[in-house]
């Protein structure tokens, strides 16, 4: 099982990186930022405790309830003790109180991906496992247009804010830092199937 988490991971990483490099002139893949980006219960409404992909696991026991079970396996690749939650339909790995990965598998969870609520369309951002995907096309049309066969990328930022000085004065300066994870709808037919981070 660790074996073959190792070999997704790795390959999941491979293929983010491959298809970055191959688009790299030719298309630009969406950005979405980690603080903007969440996890919550699919309650049919948007009003729920939202899990953020920069969260804690704390956060995330809050948001989705208790966990059917929590683990401790061993990453080879990372060479540290991580935390494994699984929820039904759901999987969460942490390192610390670092969110590393996930995948959701079913429709009992949505992923959103701006935490800003339109009042005429409270489920823009809400997406779950059997959804259109056609729904990004005019959201974020440049992952959209770069989707593969059966995969979509969202490439993921944090912003940093540092100060410097300015003609005597102190100013902050924010800058986009690119997280060399990718947030990964996965689809068939036109359908979302699953989500991976």
Sequence with gaps: MKNSKLIILCLTAFLVSLFNLSLA???????????????????????????????TPSGLVSALGSALSVTTEYSEMNEVNQTVYKFNGAEFTFEGNTLVDFHISNSNYYVIINNIVDSTNPFKYYFKVGDSLSRLSTLHSGSYNAKEEKRLFFQIYRTETTYVEEFGKIKPV???????????????????????F
């Excluded at 037919?189 to 699953?194: A, D």
């Design 25 to 55: 002139q030719t298309v630009t893949l969406s950005q979405l930022d980690i603080q903007r980006v969440a996890v919550a219960k699919n309650t049919g409404t948007t009003t729920g405790t939202k899990f953020y992909l920069n969260g």
């Design 174 to 196: 924010t800058k986009k830092i690119l997280l060399d994870n990718a947030l990964l709808f996965e689809h068939n037919s036109g359908v979302i199937t699953g989500f991976y």
